[in-house]
Every structure is written in structure tokens, then in C-alpha cells.
């Protein structure tokens, strides 16, 4: 077969090549996320913006010691890992990993343990533990996330109650749990006997202007010492665990490594700090942040099974099945978690995945329950049933709180983009921990007047989300009815004066948390988007439902209403619609559509809603693609400039490889040949320039490609043959291919053929962009070689 001559290569933004086509990120299958491509880490690089998918050619040098670092997939001479030369196969700090490579490297070793298993009884039992490992790996880390979610839930309902009183017979009680051992039936926040408020322990009544301000001041100083002890931690720590981490999560499944962002400091921090921002009152959630503490524990337990802890796209597959328990215990819904990793945050997701993430997803929901932190049966807290059917024409107001989501979505997406640019850029980023303090403290004093804004978000979706029976004593449930008959079903009743009063009240509250939410995604404690978006979404669903649901009191007779509301039966449920309009919002948000749905019928049982909530979502989809291309997490990767090459996107351009490849067709390209070189010209040539490879050629003269060989390999294999090889000169002849020269050698030649990658990726110069993207996406490539014939 007749070997291409080299002309030349693409190369892109990334650690500079010449001579090779480089891509931020590598693909898989699943993708997700419109994306730039940058290759900055979270350190703050000087980046060059890009539109979406355009390829730029600036070169981003790095310093010689950050290069690159994979080896080439060695298919000749790989006798298991006996001869290896340490240290190859590893990836530095903010590279990406060789898709293709990792892969082919474990399906080497696969091989190697099969052909072993028949030669003894020990082999045999390795060989059993290698299939096993992974379903053994996943199961730890199921246990291991239930554990922490409990842990996380417990600590946080106990702490958000510490801002509002104290119980003083056991003060490691929440006000629900201070209130059962005292057998008060009525769980009613005003009658427990056994809770004190802050007021009451200095003398004062529970009522009254002195209560109230003792009260707002213990508030505002517990949300304040809460808030900055996160923010300290984060800061002194663990740097890494400050916001949801879910944009990062999606970046490093797609094949990038950042170093300690799914570290044992940072997975502690964010524990502690997330336990604490919770409580603060912060308006945030702890969904986003529990799918990165999964995450973490699947990385650093995937280091007990070397299978997984050497092979970083094998390891991928830990953390895609990790990220599906992180969801499954925050919303107490497993299938939507699993939904929610293979459409959200992972890229590369083969069947053999897809059964691991569900098995993770499982156990960690079954510990979580067993634990059962909030003492209800359930593991979220807001739970509620519906008996009502909908009516097919309630689905014209869904729809309505589709479009309403998608365009609240969008408003606080841009807002959050535009102040978090804004952070960056200007003198606010050099002061995090003030940040915090001064969003908190503002957050606190606007929260406290308004009774809901002032409770926990998670209680304040679970009293949005619920029907108004008998017991319910709250003002969005002042209807004039009277409850003669227990059993008999509610009938509709005109809404009193504290449904207006409770109206009001919800609308600031909507405005309130939309603004603080804008201001607080993205400061520097562990902060999630779940809880706030559901909140937006529920506060704007019930208005909707009680303006229906009176609508069908006043005109019981209108066509629309005639078949199900003649009866006089309460048939508009407005619990139902804050129901979906939290999915709406919250599908706005994130752009998810399938896994929204699950979770959100998971989470409320209520099966026979997933109609209207499959149009809410899609509505809200739909318009806030409309209103702005990307999802919060696309426009974070996008804000933060990592590499993210997106298989959703399109490409635009009709380029042909000639015209991207690095360095153009008139610049000289740096080439290594096969067997006429001696050390001191390779270590020259790794001087003089910074690539991360070069590609071997048959001489100087005729350029015909041989294979690619890596920057950090060639270091590798040099310093190791200066150790270990005897009479290893400047003067000797470096051989990658080809016989070794027979004969008196005053130095001995040093054979690297171990390191060359002989089968290299090559496109011609005439092949157009699209594939050549195509190739980066579906392969996972980290560059591509260009030849022409001749």
C-alpha cells in the first residue's frame, strides 16, 4: 500500500499543534449542549469568544511542560502492562482524553485477562472480578450517594429551623420532629407547645412588635454566619466546589479533565457548604450540587477498581451512572435520573451504561429511603396526590403555562448570563466572600416580611403543590366554605378575602425570587437551580389555577365548563396547575424535556398528569429555544470557555480540510523522521516547538506518513532510556520504524516504535469540514492528520 506524503494538518483551538487538527473536546454519541469551543479551564486565560461551531485559529500556546499526553494506540509489542514505560497513558491537567485510544486500550487488556483465564484457578477468579467489577463499582457508589443525600437532607432541615426558633428539650430536633414528641396531633406552625422561637426564649410573647423584631434579627445574623462559613470554606478549600457543577460535569463526561474538580476536598466542601447555603435562605437548591457530590464519590471510588481508576473514558461510565444517582436522590426519583444523565450531562452512553446507571440509581433511592430523612415515607419533600381527572379543555391554560415558563426561562437566563459575565470581568470577581454576605444579607431582609418567601423553598412548593382540604389553615385556602359533611366531596366556593391577600403576596414573591435567584446562581458557595426554577413556576401555576378555578365558579354553565363543573364539585384543581408550571419553568431552564417529565410524576405521583405536563414542557421548550438558543448549563460552559463539542449543533461552514489545517500549505511543518534523527535532534526539535505531536515521516525529502508520535511520549520515552538503556547518547539514532541498522554501532540505537501510533487518523486535504467535524464528534478524535498524494 502506498504511504500518503504528509502535507500538512488541521489544527484548532486547544493546545497548539502544527500538524494537527485539534478539538477541545471529543466526541460520543449522546451529546448535549450548544457550545463554544475554548480551551481555557476555569482559570482565567485571555480566550478569544467564538460563535457557535466556528473553528478558530488562533494558536493557544502552552508551555512545553502542560503538553499533551496520551500515547498512541500501541496494537504492536502490548504483552499486558509489563513492559510499559511509566507514566504514558495518563492526561495532564485541562487536555482532553483519546476516546478512541482508551477504549482500544481496554479492550487490549480484556483480551489479555480472557486468554489468561485458562491457566489457573487464580486466573480465573481475576477474570471474574475484572467482569464484575463494574456492577460492584457502581452499587458502592449508590450506597455511598444514598448515605450523603440523607446526611445532606437531615442537616438542612435542621438548620433552616435554627433560623426561625430552637427546641429547647432536644435542641438537635427540627420544629416537625420537636413537635411530635410532644403527640400534638395538629401539626400547625402556630400551636406547638414545645418549639420556642427566638422571641419567646428572651421573654417576649410570640406575638407582637418586640417578637417580630427579635425574630427578623435572629433570622438575618443565622442566614448571615450560615452563608459566610460556605463562602469561607469554598474559598479556603476546596475553590472547585462553588456553584451547581453541572456544566462542568457535562464538559468532563464529554472527555475533558480538570483535576480535582471531583476530589475528595472538593466532594467534602461541597457537603458542608452546601448544608450550610441551603439553610441560609439563599434562593438555591441542593439538586444541581448532589448530582456533582455523586459524581465526586464515583471518581474517587472508581480508583478502588483499576479497570476504571486508569482508563479515563472507562471511567466516564462510573460518573454518567453516578450523575443518574445524584438526581435520583434529590428528587426521590430514579428513572428520571437515569432520563436525566442520558439526556443532560452525558455524551458517551453505551447500553452497558444504561443498565449500571439504573441499577445506581436504585440503590441509591433505596437507601435514601431507608434512611427516610424527612420522616414521611417519602424522600422529597414535597409529595402530594391528585384524585381529580383533568378535563381535556383544561390543556389551553397547560399550554399557556408552557409558554409563560419559556419566557420567565428566558429572562432569567440572559439576566444570570449578563451578571455572571459581568462578575468575571469587572473588580466584583476579586471579592467572592463579600458577594455572598451582601446577596444573603439582602436576600434575608426582602425575604423575611413576606411569609412566602420567608419559609423554606422546599415547603413553599410543597404548599403550592397541595390541595385545600380541612386542616388547611393558610390563607390561599380562605374559601367561603363551610365543611358540614366530612366524607361528602368539596364543593366549588367563591375565593375568600385571604385567596386576594395570598395572591398579592405570591406575585412579589414571584418578582423576588426571580431578581435574587439572577444574583445568586453562580456566587461562590454550592448552589442549585432546581428548586428555585420549580418555585417560579408553582408561584405563577397557582395564580393561573385560582384565576381558573373561580373562572369555573362565576360561569359554571359556559360550554367549556358544562359536562364535569355542572355538578357543583370543586373541579379545578389549582395545586395541579403550580404543578406544571413548575415543570415548565424549570424545562425552560435546562432545555430537558423526557427527564422532566418522569421526575416530575415521579415526584408527585400522579401518573395521569403526564399529558398536560408533556405539553407544558414542550410548550416551554419550544419558546425558549424561540427567545434564546441555549439552556443554562450550555450558556454557563459557553461563559466559562470550556471545550464542549456539541453533536446537537450544526455546521455551517463548506470549508475543505486544506483550508483549517495548521500550519498552512507554504509553512514549514514539523515532522520527525523515522530512522535518521539522533537524540539531540528530537530533543531540539521538543524545544523549538511547543506541539503536543509530531508526525513521523519516511526522511526529510519524501514525507510519506509512517505514523503520529506525542510530545509527551517522546519526553517519556527519552528519559527513561537515559535510565534504564546503557550507552544512550546525544549521538544516538532514534528508530521508529523499520529494521535497526545491522552492523558495529558506536552508540546503540534507541528503538521507540513502543510509541508510535502506526494507525494515526488521516483525512485527505479534499475532505470537507463537515465530516472532518463529523469524525471529531462521533470518534472522540484529539486530531486528525492531513495528506495529499504526492
Known sequence: MERFPLKSSVSKMGTTYQSVYKKGTNGGRHGDEDTVDITTGPREVPTTPTSHGTFQL???????????????????????????IPGIGQYDDFHTIDWQRDIARDRMRHRYIVKKRQDSIWNLIKGAHDAWSGWVCVLLVGVCTGVVAGVIDIGASWMTDLKFGICPQAFWFNREQCCWSNDEITFDHGNCSQWMTWAQLFGESKEGVG?????????????????????????????????????????????????????????????????LSVSSGLSLGKEGPMVHIASCLGNILSYLFPKYGRNEAKKREILSAAAAAGVS????????????SLEEVSYYFPLKTLWRSFFCALIAAFILRSINPFGNEHSVLFFVEYNKPWIFFELIPFVGLGIIGGCIATIFIKANIYWCRYRKYSKLGQYPVTEVLVVTLVTAIIAYPNPYTRMNTSQLIYLLFNQCGISNSDPLCDYNRNFTDVNKAIEKAAAGPGVYQAIWLLMLALVLKLVMTVFTFGIKVPCGLFIPSLALGAIAGRIVGIGVEQLAYKYPKIWLFS????????????????????????????RMTVSLVVIMFELTGGVRYIVPLMAAAMASKWVGDALGRQGIYDAHIALNGYPFLDSKDEFQHTSLAADVMQPKRNETLSVITQDSMTVDDVETLLKETEHNGYPVVVSKESQYLVGFVLRRDLNLAIANARRTVEGITGQSVVVFAGSPQQGVMSPPQLMLSRILDMAPITVTDQTPMETVVDMFRKLGLRQTLVTHNG
Request: one cysteine or more; proline letters at 4%; charged letters at 10%.
Open 58 to 84: 488562533y494558536d493557544h500556546g502552552r508551555p512545553s511542560n502542560a503538553s499533551a499526553n496520551w500515547d498512541a494506540v500501541i496494537f504492536t509489542g502490548m504483552q499486558g502492562d509489563t513492559d510499559e
Open 329 to 340: 436522590v434529590a428528587f426521590g426519583a430514579p428513572i428520571g435520573g437515569v432520563l436525566f
Open 563 to 590: 359536562g364535569e363543573c355542572s355538578t357543583g364539585d370543586d373541579c379545578i384543581t389549582p395545586g395541579l396547575y403550580a404543578m406544571v408550571g413548575a415543570a415548565a419553568v424549570l424545562g425552560g431552564v435546562t
Open 211 to 275: 417578637a417580630y423584631i427579635i425574630s427578623y434579627l435572629f433570622y438575618i445574623v443565622w442566614a448571615l454566619l450560615f452563608a459566610a462559613l460556605s463562602a469561607s470554606l469554598v474559598r479556603m478549600f476546596a475553590p472547585y466546589a462553588c456553584g451547581s457543577g453541572i456544566p462542568e460535569i457535562k464538559t468532563i463526561l464529554s472527555g475533558f479533565i480538570i483535576r480535582g474538580y471531583l476530589g475528595k476536598w472538593t466532594l467534602i466542601i461541597k457537603v458542608v457548604g452546601l448544608i
